[in-house]
């Protein structure tokens, strides 16, 4: 995969680091976690968010907050749910839209979840369950 395949082969570096830092865990298998990347490539890239900002790319980080965590390392090994591509979905589509970080991203939410845009690049950079 090293040297035939290079973007799955970084996808799969990715994937172990997820793994390593605890942000994921190994029960959701290298083949769910590319199927996910892929899922999200087809869709929720190229759509329109509330804010209409459109949707260009996706985070590792987005990626492994879609799937949880049983403990996040970041926040005192407190557990974080995943989030359906369906609600989130739904959050960049019709939430509230709330500016962060000083303008540097957008947040859409809704009851079940918020989603972080960076309104510049369109790039997906966290869910958050609620």
Request: charged share 25%; glycine share 8%; hydrophobic share 30%.
């Amino acid at each position: 995969m090293k040297y035939n395949d290079v973007e799955r082969y970084e996808l799969l570096k990715h994937y172990v680091k997820s793994i390593d830092s605890g942000m994921m865990s190994p029960l959701y298998g290298f083949d769910k976690y590319e199927e996910y990347r892929d899922r999200i490539e087809n869709e929720l890239v190229g759509l329109t968010a509330a804010s209409g900002i459109q949707i260009k790319s996706q985070s590792y980080h987005f990626l492994e907050r879609v799937f949880g965590t049983w403990h996040d390392p970041k926040h005192n090994d407190e557990i974080r749910n995943g989030v359906s591509l369906e609600d989130i979905k739904d959050a960049i589509l019709n939430g509230k839209i709330k500016i962060t970080h000083g303008g540097d991203s957008i947040l859409h939410s809704i009851e079940i979840c918020g989603v972080t845009i960076n309104p510049h690049t369109g790039n997906l950079i966290q869910v958050n369950p609620k």
